[in-house]
Every structure is written in C-alpha cells, then in structure tokens.
Nanobody
Framework: QVQLVESGGGLVQAGGSLRLSCTSS????????TGWFRQAQGKEREFVGA?????????YYGDSVEGRFTISGDNAKNTLDLQMNSLNHEDTGVYYC????????????????????WGQGTQVTVSS
C-alpha cells in the first residue's frame, strides 16, 4: 500500500509561482511512476506531468504546462515536487499526486485510470 500526501497549495496571483510537494509513505522510487494531475471544477482530471523511476527518472509533461512547470524527484526524501511558474487562471484546480505500481506502456502515464494510488489533493487558486 502506498500513501501519498500533497502539500503546498494555496492562493497566488497570476504570473506568480507555487511549489507543490508529494510525499510517499514508502520508497517513492519503488513505484514504476509517480505523477501529477489536476482537476478544475466541472472538468475532467488533466495530466500535468510524471516521472518514470525505472528509466533514469525520465520526466514527462502535459502540453498545457510544458515550459512553465518543472517536476523533480528526491529519492532520499521520498518526495515528488512540482514547481509551477507563470501561473494563470487556467491553472486553478485541485492538484493530485498519483502512483503507478507496476510497469505499463509509456503512454499510461498520461491517463488517470492507470494510477493505482492517489493523494487527497491540494487546492491551487490563481487570481487574475
């Protein structure tokens, strides 16, 4: 069983930055991949980015955040951080951390149904 806890959400002005953290109860790199998703009110969960621990910590991003968001993993602390820069109103939502335990096809990273465990989420609100 993997327990994930997100932290770092809050209210930020447009153009600002925020850093989220996902902490795993066990070795975070023992999973095949760990990722971030977000969900705006009334919308489906959207892929933000993920790290695939089994492939030299390869990192993948969603199209809407690439170039603005950065994912970094710390194996020693069992954390996966999400640095968010140049935030805009469309980035508002609940951000979730998820983990895929066993290896899957690469594109599975981008689909929330591939994930085995989820955190409770943390709210990010960007004011315009």
């Amino acid at each position: 069983q993997v327990q994930l806890v997100e932290s770092g959400g809050g209210l930020v002005q447009a153009g600002g930055s925020l850093r989220l953290s996902c902490t795993s109860s066990g070795r975070i790199d023992s999973t095949w991949a760990t990722g971030w998703f977000r969900q705006a009110q009334g919308k489906e969960r959207e892929f933000v980015g993920a790290i695939r621990w089994s492939d030299n910590n390869s990192i993948y991003y969603g199209d809407s955040v690439e170039g603005r968001f950065t994912i970094s993993g710390d194996n020693a602390k069992n954390t996966l951080d999400l640095q968010m820069n140049s935030l805009n109103h469309e980035d508002t939502g609940v951000y979730y951390c998820g983990a895929i335990v066993a290896a899957r096809w690469l594109s599975a990273l981008r689909y929330d149904f591939s994930y085995d465990y989820w955190g409770q989420g943390t709210q990010v609100t960007v004011s315009s």
